[in-house]
């Protein structure tokens, strides 16, 4: 019986994380596919194949950030981008997507930079990722501090905390390996295998 048991949970561990990685692609392609694919359907009817939304969304992006560098749409779209960002409220949201956007695939990448901090009044550690180095645009008294972000385990919530540089200790890890190791609550450790107590 404990044989069959064993077999049971091994096939859990094994099946488990295989099917909600490819729920998780499947949806994922859905919703990419959806964007443009929902506006093409009545003109394709039966030739429509999925994946077609997709293929023109890439397509359409490639061939934007291609005119973003010519000198009449780029100055069109930079005038957007002014008006977008000077609009009451759009500008909030506005600012927060292209800033998020920006710090995930711009050339100064956030979250490149695994950061080790103290919990103040104890020798506890925590993990998290350097978002911003210079904070004296943001605010004056705060330009000898880092913002540091925290992920929550189990969760993308997290917190920002800013924390003087002298008491940020940065760290010789992968952030993907770091973010693994918040995210399952440290039960894996940097090569991927379960952590032992």
């Given at each position: 019986m404990k044989s069959v048991l064993k077999n049971f949970i091994n096939g859990i561990l094994t099946i488990v994380p295989i099917i909600l990685v490819i729920y998780v692609i499947y949806k994922t392609f859905m919703f990419l596919d959806s964007l443009l694919g929902n506006v093409l359907k009545p003109y394709l009817q039966e030739r429509y194949i999925p994946g077609i939304g997709l293929l023109t969304t890439l397509v359409l992006i490639t061939i934007l950030g291609w005119l973003s560098t010519r000198f009449i749409t780029g100055s069109i779209i930079k005038l957007i981008d002014r008006l977008l960002d000077k609009t009451p409220f759009v500008k909030t949201v506005y600012s927060v997507i292209k800033d998020t956007v920006h710090s995930f695939l711009g050339e100064k990448k956030s979250f490149s930079k695994v950061a080790l901090v103290t919990i103040p009044g104890t020798n506890m550690k925590s993990l998290?990722?350097?978002?911003?180095?210079?904070?004296?645009?943001?605010?004056?008294?705060?330009?000898?501090?880092?913002?540091?972000?925290?992920?929550?385990?189990?969760?993308?919530?997290?917190?920002?905390?800013?924390?003087?540089?002298?008491?940020?200790?940065?760290?010789?890890?992968?952030?993907?390996?770091?973010?693994?190791?918040?995210?399952?609550?440290?039960?894996?450790?940097?090569n991927g295998q379960k952590t032992v107590n």
């Open positions: 998290g990722f350097i978002t911003t180095e210079n904070l004296k645009a943001f605010h004056e008294p705060l330009s000898e501090h880092v913002a540091v972000y925290v992920p929550q385990t189990f969760q993308v919530a997290g917190f920002t905390f800013l924390i003087p540089k002298t008491e940020v200790e940065i760290i010789d890890v992968k952030p993907e390996d770091a973010m693994k190791f918040i995210l399952s609550g440290g039960m894996t450790s940097s």
